[in-house]
C-alpha cells in the first residue's frame, strides 16, 4: 500500500512564526497536493506540484509557500503564522491516473 | 467559490437501515467524481469513484449514482454498520490532468442502535 506521511501529528505555533509541515511519499509519485480543512468549509487545495522542483498554486495559496526539492518531500510553508491559519492540514499523493491518498493530517493550533 | 456541495451536514440513521449521502456539484466539465470516508483523527479514505460516461457503480455495500442532467451525485450505503460512523466527502475532479480534486463540505453519518 502507499503511504503518504506527515510527519506531526499536532503542532502549536505562535504567531509570525515560520512553520515547516512535511509530507512523504514512499511510491516515488509525481503528483502531490496540500490542502486545508476547516469545519464547514471542507478541503480546500492550497498548493500542488508535478513534479521535483514544480509547484502550482491552487485554491487558497495566500500565506503559504511549498518546498519540493525531492521527489518523495512534499512542505508546505506558513512563513508567518497567524491565527486564521489554525487547521487541519492534510497531504496527499496522486497514486494512479486518478487516485489520490492522504495522509493522516497535522492539526495546526496558532496562538 | 464552492463548486461542489452537500445537501446535509449531518445525517442519522438507525444500525442496518440503508444510508443515502447526497452532493451537488456544478461544474458540467467534471470528468471524474470520488467518495472519500473520514474517520475521527484520519485523513479522508478511497470509497468508490465514477466517471463522467457512467451513471452507475457499485463497490461491496456501496453504490454511486451519477446524474448528470441535474448535477447530482449520491452515495449509498446498503445494511449501515457502526463502522460507517464517519465524515463523507464527494470530490470532483474538473475536466484535465492532476490538478487536485474539489471538495464538497462533508456530511457526518451517524450511526444509532
Known amino acids: 500500500d502507499v503511504k503518504v506521511t506527515q510527519s506531526s501529528r499536532y503542532l502549536v505555533k505562535r504567531t509570525g512564526e515560520k512553520v515547516f509541515l512535511e509530507c512523504v511519499q514512499d511510491?516515488?509519485?509525481?503528483?502531490m497536493f496540500w490542502y486545508r480543512q476547516d469545519p464547514g468549509l471542507g478541503l480546500r487545495l492550497i498548493y500542488f506540484s508535478y513534479d521535483v522542483k514544480m509547484k502550482e498554486k491552487g485554491d487558497i495559496p495566500e500565506g503559504y509557500s511549498v518546498s519540493r526539492e525531492k521527489k518523495e518531500r512534499f512542505s508546505l510553508i506558513l512563513e508567518s503564522a497567524s491565527t486564521n491559519q489554525t487547521s487541519m492540514y492534510l497531504c496527499?499523493?496522486?497514486?494512479?491516473?486518478?487516485?489520490?491518498?492522504f495522509g493522516s493530517g497535522t492539526r495546526l493550533t496558532v496562538v | 467559490g464552492e463548486s461542489v456541495g452537500l445537501h446535509l451536514p449531518t445525517l442519522s440513521v438507525q444500525e442496518g437501515d440503508n444510508s443515502i449521502i447526497n452532493c451537488a456539484y456544478s461544474n458540467s466539465a467534471s470528468d471524474y467524481f470520488i467518495w472519500y470516508k473520514q474517520e475521527s483523527g484520519k485523513g479522508p479514505q478511497f470509497i468508490i469513484d465514477?466517471?463522467?460516461?457512467?451513471d452507475k457503480r457499485q463497490g461491496q455495500r456501496v453504490t454511486v449514482l451519477l446524474n448528470k442532467t441535474v448535477k447530482h451525485l449520491s452515495l449509498q450505503i446498503a445494511a449501515t454498520q457502526p463502522g460507517d460512523s464517519a465524515v463523507y466527502f464527494c470530490?470532483?475532479?474538473?475536466?484535465?490532468?492532476?490538478?487536485?480534486?474539489?471538495f464538497g463540505k462533508g456530511t457526518h453519518l451517524i450511526i444509532q442502535p
Open positions: 470530490a470532483e475532479r474538473p475536466g484535465g490532468g492532476a490538478d487536485g480534486l474539489t
Open positions: 465514477i466517471r463522467s460516461n457512467m
Open positions: 511510491m516515488d509519485h509525481e503528483n
Open positions: 496527499a499523493s496522486l497514486t494512479g491516473p486518478m487516485d489520490y491518498t
